[in-house]
């Protein structure tokens, strides 16, 4: 459905992404993980063009995206950004503003028809009077991620979509987002730090590294030598009730020296 081809970015003097190639089949999950600064956000801003790559192709279903007007990109990806400046709006407001690709003139009986149905599918019908400045982050992400939908996309592109949040909207959101990709045959790519919650939602795995794809791999592929590799942690795997975890192993080393040791120590002994 998605295939990437060989994306090229750079900032003036900072070569950002170095010949990014990869295919994302529908109705699957991808997670980009890496190091801060390895190129996440970049490579997102690029498949939409909120960046324009230096080389490279993004094609959607044979059509590359990269050289659509950007109307035509909106109708086909949805991007949930880390942050949203719109706090004047309601909810319903901000929902809408997801339509306007497809806007001719005024907004149709369709176009409020599909703002009901995506604040319906996030639970958000008795928020949708609300200001966003009134809501909770979580809240607040969920608006976003309805906004998207009312795109009515082929592909979501989510932007670290849960950094920000508690455990319980982290988990929420997330299991929104896999509900969501499934039910509907869609395809999406997310940027994300936690490697659990990408174990425990994701079907691929990207990891980038100063650049390049480091590993493209599924969930049985990932392991300690691949997790040390990218982000330079010693880690164990272990699987609880059917779910991957990574659990990170003393990690002495980054906090250790001659003047100080890891508070609680001895409680922890």
Known sequence: MLSIQGIQF??????VLRGISFDLPKGKLLAVLGVNGAGKTTMLKCLNRI?????????????????????????RVGY????????????FEAVLLGRRPHLRWAPTQHDFEVVEEALKLLHLEHLAMRPLNELSGGEVQKVILARALAQEPQILLLDEPVSNLDLRNQLEVMGLIDAI???????????????N???????IFLFLKEGHIHALVG?????????????????????VEGV???????????????????????SLS
Request: glycine fraction near 6%; aromatic fraction near 6%.
């Open 197 to 203: 919650l990408a174990l425990r939602f994701a079907d």
């Open 181 to 195: 990709i499934r039910s509907r045959g869609l395809s999406a790519i997310l940027s994300l730090h936690d490697l």
């Open 219 to 239: 969930r049985r592929e990932i392991t300690p030598d691949l997790i040390h590799e990218v982000y330079g942690v010693s880690v164990l795997l272990q699987e």
């Open 51 to 75: 960046l324009r790559p230096q080389k490279g192709v993004v094609l959607l279903e044979g059509q590359d995206l990269l050289r659509m007007k950007g109307n035509e990109i909106a109708r």
């Open 244 to 266: 991957p975890v990574m659990i990170p192993r003393n990690g002495e080393e980054f906090w250790k020296s001659p003047r100080s040791k890891p508070c609680c120590t001895d």
């Open 10 to 15: 750079s900032y003036p003097n900072h070569m």
């Open 80 to 91: 949930v950004p880390q942050r949203y400046g719109e706090e004047r709006l309601i909810v």
